[in-house]
DNA sequence: TTGTACGCGTTATCAC
DNA sequence: GTGATAACGCGTACAA
């Protein structure tokens, strides 16, 4: 079932004219008569040629696409995320070819892999939670292709990063709890190897040191795949209530462990927030519908994909190699029912 | 910031060959000496050559990638949709290129003429709450451009077809309903354009019949953006509220729909079932979270982009057109809190 | 067994 | 003002 497109040569041929005057009556060239043009023009509008991309990609040795690697985009906060890279991408003409890491460390390699041959112009890539071996990019990284982090960073690697302030994030939460009087706040975390976790249960620390409590390290918890398998929250929660002190509080750094603890809650009827309180990251758009009512630290999703794709597509397009950026945004912080002192 | 890739030019000069040599070697043809063949592939080995896509695909005429357009992609269905694709897709050595129309004509007719200039070998496509023209479907269709609809179709276009039984859906929650002593419902809709609104109106007209129930046509009312915009969502609620017979239940037809719904009653204080009962079709993950736990008509999506890209695949690689297939998954029924009879 | 020449669609360069 | 040619990277029919 092949799909046979007009070309250039159609359109010489049916005005008796060679390609490369018709390739420039198309470009609007200077060289060309104002007759033939029009000729040309008219003709190719009738016959509704489109330059064919593929060609054009060989001779500019670009694609005019990048690549996306994400762990999941059926999860609000990346498909937020993904609408933003799409709207700058599409106004600056750029295709986005998307793949999905799952997670797994293996699969973002392959996926990689598969990116890179398939000649993108660039990567915007928040790596998975098993990812701790960087070699798959730094060897891109070091051919000079242009490669940005969001979310998930990467510290070892120069070049530009986009993330929000997850310290903060992770403190103003923190500090909430403290001061509505929770006393034993736990931190549901996700992979060590990550980036934002490792911030965001700075945060968390340093709101309890700043409110003169102790930091207790069992009190955290982490689930490598960031709460993408319900068992693995269960094991972590199951573990923290087990504590001869257990917590009356916890705060989940991401939106998987969010609603999983939520989930685990609800299966074991523990109330919310009598029982134990509830705070964490997530984008969801239906945290106001859950029952109880979600607090969250919310972040501008759509707005780091929008950042993450104005600057790969600079870095792409410059002629010079500029300095790097790291652009950290603000989160938000939204309290509702779940953090609520009883 | 260009990024210079290894040829087979580089590979011949290296080993002092021609480059129809390396090529056959690395493509392991009977021609080529077996002592050829492991020089060759031991030095493309060491500098990690890759053929370039697209000289392949300028060569080949096709791109090996598809395209896909929706209506939103941070809405669980239709992630789960794309999930479903890309495994079948990267299997098969596909790439899928996403759009999404936001439910606006204007939005889909520009970006299929994006995609379609990006030379993808296929369409997977579920039209816009909008779409009543079909011509740029048409004319491409007409061209034997491969098209596969899923979900939202469109009966005008022979071509594949994949969609849940939306009529046995509705069918068998307003039956629930009924059944569960419910007198007055209501269905909020979609669009009147689509397929899916029509089908599944017409399982709640039916499931009214069968019990023996007037049909009211009063009692519908329809959304044209599928309930992405909250405030068509309450109009369309309190227009029901406001009948002299108002409803005890309601039966939502799409995703955004059902959850607009529950923000409504939530917003306005009115208990959910007690004061009205909802059962909606929706993908969210999260039903069982919600206040009240929400019952819903789910669609196996996954599954749905699976086959659907069987399809498109089997047809792009077709020698010969097939027949059109129409393939009908059913829909799976979850009743919880949300439509009990108090 | 290996090399030469051509074509895929386009544009830049040079020639007329 | 227009046409012929080469080049982008690859695979293959044909020639040696």
Redesign the pocket.
């Given at each position: 079932m092949k799909f046979e497109a007009v070309?250039?040569?159609d359109i010489a041929k049916a005005l008796?004219?060679?390609?490369?005057?018709v390739?420039?009556a198309?470009?609007d060239s200077y060289?060309?008569?104002p007759e033939?043009k029009k000729r040309v023009l008219e003709y190719s509008e009738k016959i509704n040629y489109r330059?064919?991309p593929i060609?054009?990609s060989?001779?500019e040795?670009r694609s005019r696409s990048i690549g996306i690697i994400v762990c999941e985009i059926a999860n609000s906060f990346f498909s937020q995320i993904i609408n933003g890279i799409e709207s700058i991408a599409y106004d600056k003409g750029y295709n986005v070819i998307i793949a999905q890491s799952h997670e797994s460390y293996e699969r973002e390699v392959l996926n990689l892999q598969y990116l890179a041959s398939r000649s993108i112009d660039g990567l915007l890539i928040s790596v998975s939670s098993e990812t701790q071996e960087m070699d798959h990019l730094r060897s891109l990284h070091e051919k000079g292709f242009p490669i940005v982090f969001f979310d998930r960073v990467v510290d070892e690697l120069q070049t530009h990063k986009v993330i929000v302030d997850n310290f903060k994030g992770a403190y103003d939460a923190s500090l909430h709890l403290v001061k509505n009087g929770f006393r034993n706040i736990a931190a549901l975390a996700g992979s060590e190897y990550l980036s934002i976790t490792k911030e965001r249960l700075g945060g968390y620390v340093k709101a309890l040191e700043d409110m003169g409590r102790h930091y207790d390290s069992t009190m955290v918890q982490h689930c490598l795949h960031g709460g993408m398998l319900y068992e693995e929250v269960e094991t972590a929660i199951d573990h923290l209530l087990q504590l001869p002190n257990p917590p009356d509080a916890i705060i989940a750094s991401a939106d998987k462990l969010t609603t999983n603890c939520m989930r685990y809650f609800k299966k074991k009827n523990i109330r919310v927030p009598e029982d134990i309180a509830l705070i964490g990251f997530s984008n969801l758009d239906l945290t106001d519908l859950l029952s109880p009512a979600l607090s969250v630290v919310r972040q501008p999703a759509f707005e780091m994909g929008q950042i993450s794709t104005e600057l790969l597509i600079q870095q792409i397009e410059a002629k010079r190699p500029r300095d790097f950026e790291r652009r950290i945004l603000p989160p938000q912080l939204f309290i509702r029912e779940s953090s609520e002192k009883i």
């Open positions: 070309t250039i040569k008796g004219l060679s390609t490369s005057t390739s420039r198309l470009r060289e060309i008569s033939t330059p064919n060609a054009l060989l001779k040795k």
